[in-house]
Nanobody, 125 residues
């Protein structure tokens, strides 16, 4: 059974940092583009960052560039999101997702094959 399990969310003050982890199980995800997405109350889900399965290409939302860093460890089947200089507008439920051999996951998150259950990130002002 394939599972993506996020962890690392929590409550942090503005300017602080959090590191999210997404542990994948059930198969190797080395051929999957992995990504992080978020959804704030009353808003549509949006792409935050993706890490391609081939070549290590990363894509970031403009709103997080320079503050967030996505990385992955294929040996551990895990993808990370280091979030620095957090702002109240970063408050959302953060989800990780995986898409097989995808080059378009960032632009079309609805094509993801697997999703985690989400982890809440709350940034207080």
């Amino acid at each position: 059974q394939v599972q993506l399990v996020e962890s690392g969310g929590g409550l942090v003050q503005a300017g602080g940092s959090l590191r999210l982890s997404c542990a994948a199980s059930g198969r190797s995800f080395s051929s999957y583009t992995m990504g992080w997405f978020r959804q704030a109350p009353g808003k549509e889900r949006e792409s935050v960052a993706t890490f391609s399965w081939s070549g290590g290409t990363t894509v970031y939302a403009d709103s997080v560039k320079g503050r967030f860093t996505i990385s992955r460890d294929n040996a551990k089947n895990t993808v990370y999101l280091q979030m620095n200089s957090l702002k109240p507008e970063d408050t959302a439920v953060y989800y990780c997702a995986a898409a097989f051999l995808s080059r378009t996951l960032y632009s079309n998150w609805k094509t993801a094959d697997y999703w985690g259950q989400g982890t809440q990130v709350t940034v207080s002002s």
